[in-house]
Structure formats: C-alpha cells, structure tokens
C-alpha cells in the first residue's frame, strides 16, 4: 500500500528561504540592541529663556552744513601770434663728398718687414698641479736637491709647519668636533700662499686649517718651461680629540 503524499504540502521545500529570512531578522535584531542608547533625564536642563521686547533706538539725523566745493579754476588763455617774415636771406647748402673708391683710385703697394711689425708679450695667468709642474716651489731649506728629492722635501716641510702651528680650537673642543679638513691653496709667481680654500666638517676647524696654511714661509715659487707660474697644492688635515 503507498502513503499518499501532497508534493505542494511538503513542508521542508523552502525550509532554507525560512532559515536565512530568520537569521536577517535577527541580525538586525541584535544590531538595533546594540545601538540603542538611553539618556538620563535628570542631565538634561529645561530652562526657559525669557526675551524682552526689543526696543529700537531711532538715531536723529544731523544736517552737517558743508561748505560747497570751490568752482574750477578758468581755463588759461592762449594767444596766437603770426610774425610774417621776408625771405631775402641766402641759404648756404653743404655738399656732402662721397667716400667711395672707385676704380680710377690709385692702390699704394707697400712691402712690410718682420721688424716693423711689434708684438705685445701677455703675461698668462697660468696655475699648474704640483703633481705635474716641471719644477716644484722650493720650500725654505730643502734648496739644492734634484727635483725628485725637492718635491719630497717640500711635502715634508708643509707636514712638519703644520705639527708645529697645530692648534684645537676650544670652541671646537667643548662641542665634541673632529674630522678632516681639505685645504687647498695656490703658491703664486712670489712664493707666497694665496687663495686659500677648505672643506671639513665645520667651519670652526676650517678656519683653523686655513690659519695654519696662511702662516706658510715665503718659499721660492715654481717654474713650468722656466718662468714662474702658480702652483696648486692640497693638504689634509686631521682633527681627532683625544679618548
């Protein structure tokens, strides 16, 4: 014997649909739980503002009697003269020469010679790397010596006048600083130290390293094809405070 079953009465067919319809409406239950707030009223003060009737204040109008500005001045006159004159009086015209050259103009031929011609010598404001000068500034005390030995003893010196003027600032040494200072200079046509420049890490011991470099002696100045040219020099210099 079959059971007799009404698929239009099945009750599991949107059971799903009921399910998710029923999970939103709760959701949206707890969401406005969550969100409901309640305000004490005993915080919440009812006072009534009481406006009086306004009153308007009418401002009397004063009559300024102010004098009328003065009338334009008059328009100036002018007056018209016509002088006649007679014209018996002779005029000199100026005649203007051409400066042009024809072909009828004589062209004077003349032989120059190398005597008449001058030449102006320029002295050439030449600076030479002391890397690559012929012949490097001698410094005082190291006169005699081949140029091997010379350029030797020049970097020699300038080390040891450097030990010797060594100074820390004490400004320099209160702030802590220290580093190396680049100095370049030029010894010029006169053996004399010029056109100091310095780099470091600050302009308290580049000003120590420059002072140093500008106390340099007078030296004898470096040649480049024998005559005296400008020589560029670098020397570092180190800062270091003592542990």
């Avoid at 009828?104 to 030449?126: C, F, K, P, T």
């Avoid at 470091?200 to 140093?212: F, M, N, T, W």
Wanted: proline letters at 8%; aromatic letters at 6%; a negative charge.
């Amino acid at each position: 014997m079959e059971a007799k079953k009404n698929p239009e009465l099945e009750i599991g067919r949107n059971s799903s649909l009921y399910f998710a319809i029923g999970l939103n409406l709760m959701l949206l239950l707890s969401w406005r739980t969550l969100e409901y707030k309640t305000y004490e009223k005993s915080d919440i003060a009812m006072d009534i503002l009481q406006v009086d009737q306004e009153i308007e204040e009418e401002i009397p109008i004063i009559n300024i009697n102010t004098p009328p500005p003065p009338p334009p001045p008059p328009p100036p006159v002018v007056s018209l003269t016509v002088e006649i004159v007679e014209d018996n009086e002779d005029i000199e015209e100026t005649v203007f020469e051409s400066t042009e050259i024809d072909q009828d103009a004589a062209v004077i031929d003349r032989d120059y010679e190398v005597s008449d011609i001058q030449v102006e010598e320029v002295a050439e404001d030449v600076e030479v790397a002391f890397a690559i000068i012929e012949d490097v500034p001698v410094f005082p005390g190291c006169e005699g010596l081949n140029k091997r030995k010379t350029k030797e003893c020049f970097q020699k010196k300038v080390q040891a006048h450097v030990l010797k003027n060594f100074r820390y600032p004490q400004t320099a040494s209160e702030l802590g600083l220290q580093g190396r200072v680049s100095v370049v200079f030029v010894i010029d046509t006169e053996g004399m130290a010029t056109n100091i420049r310095s780099r470091g890490p600050d302009k308290i011991l580049e000003k120590e390293a420059e002072r140093i470099i500008r106390i340099l002696p007078k030296m004898k100045p470096g040649k480049q094809r024998g005559k005296p040219v400008k020589v560029a020099y670098a020397v570092p210099i180190f800062f270091k405070l003592a542990e």
